[in-house]
């Protein structure tokens, strides 16, 4: 027999999972530095390269990583995605631009936004700074940069740019096998 | 407040998937059911009565569209006791997981057995639907099972 009724379409099945997070040895500087509003990166003595965000272990070498590095809070986008779809939960309302941007003084590129100009000028190679919240709203997390926006200056050329990466890191490298030795 | 720069630091996390889900013609029908406080199987291509339904054949796959009427009766087979229920259980006192045949089905479902303590629990014992106050067309519209001689 059938069911003389309309069937249920569709319904809410959501899943949650609660943690309770408890930040590791690593990564508790940089996030007490974020509230005073410095950005903290971790230098891997083992690669000579400046990572960000500093989680504790160089991805390359496996080292340990400890010895903070203040960073800037300039960089250059590396690239990039605009969204155009909404996405449930959001506070962003598309279309908005989240770059890959290399911090001027690290090694490895973190996200985030991209503002203050049209989306079609977003580039590769573009020179960006950093907007920071109110000092008073200041928390531990990324979130005290609202995003970034464009300095002005000229696109970046990015295989130079990763070529003085490289070059810096190989410096950096030399100076911290000398600094054991002594 | 400060906080020394040494602290480790905590906080409450929750990841959340908000799933929405399509439930199809035949579980849909179902459901609409439940809300009624009526409860339907569905007729197998071997004759079997399958509670829940399902919409294809466990066995040959092809579409199944024969529901049967079922009565909210049936039997407690085996179970599960939960001592001290957590969130996720939604309940507020301790309840079993049991598979429960109910009359004119030919398989077991898992649902919550309610009871007073694990010792009012016998395999083969009769059991009744206690519907759910507020129904909105879910398996949780049966809130559970309850002996059906009343102990």
Partial sequence: MDIDLDPIEQFDAPIYHRYHATSSRAITPFLHAMKRGEILGHLSTATGKVLFPPLGACPESGEATHIPVILSDTGTVIGFTTVHLPIPGSKLVPPFTVANILLDGADQACSHLI????????????????????????NNSLENIEYFKPTGEPLVDIDALQQQCLAKAEQRKEAAKGGQDA | MTVPDNSLLEADFELGFTYTRSPGIIIGKFLAALK????????????????????????????????????????????????????????????????????????????????????????????????????????????????????
């Fill in chain 1, 115 to 138: 503002s203050e100009c049209d989306i079609d000028e977003v580039a590769i190679g573009m020179r960006v700074l950093a907007v920071w919240r109110p000092a008073e709203v200041w």
């Fill in chain 2, 36 to 151: 009624q406080q009526k409860i339907y199987g569905i007729r197998a291509n071997d004759g079997s009565v399958l509670f829940p339904p399902t919409e294809y054949d466990p066995r040959t796959a092809e579409s199944l569209d024969d529901f049967v009427p079922l009565s909210d009766r049936g039997r407690l087979l085996y179970w599960t006791w939960i001592d001290q229920p957590r969130d996720h259980h939604q309940m507020s006192q301790s309840f079993a997981f049991a598979m429960i045949q109910l009359d004119g089905a030919d398989v077991p479902f898992l649902h919550r057995m309610l009871a007073d303590s694990p010792e009012h629990l016998s395999s083969g014992m009769a059991v009744k639907v206690q519907w759910a106050e507020e129904r909105r067309g879910a398996i949780t519209d049966i809130h559970g099972f309850v002996s059906a001689t009343g102990g």
